[in-house]
């Protein structure tokens, strides 16, 4: 099966961390990436699979410290909707308002018929 765009992406940035960190060839490493991706076993393939998951832990890292630092706010956020629906479901109803009829209705009859 042919690899998708965001799989060969994925392949170039890991074939660059392969080479990098790991001092393979960039042939090696595209070798390694291949037979990973079929499912075959290499002397790299397992190389492969620890840059893969070393270059999703520093992605989730860094997302987790942006989450981290938006949580105040969220709660604060929540709070001050939690506070809003309190207040509008305790809140008295207007004076002089009618509850006994549906919104639509007119308390005037129905609309004259036009000419």
Do not use: C, N
């Amino acid at each position: 099966m042919p690899m998708t765009r965001p799989e060969i992406q994925a392949a170039v940035l890991l074939r660059h961390r392969l080479v990098t960190r790991h001092g393979l060839t960039s042939e090696e490493a595209t070798i390694a990436i291949v037979q990973r991706h079929r499912g075959e076993e290499g002397p790299h393939t397992h190389l492969v699979a620890a840059e893969a998951t070393a270059a999703l832990k520093e992605v989730t890292a860094e997302f987790r410290a942006v989450m981290e630092a938006l949580r105040p706010a969220a709660e604060a956020a929540a709070a001050a909707v939690r506070a809003f629906l309190q207040a509008v479901r305790t809140a008295p109803h207007p004076v002089g308002r009618r509850r006994d009829r549906p919104a639509w209705q007119s308390p005037y009859g129905p609309a004259r018929p036009r000419r």
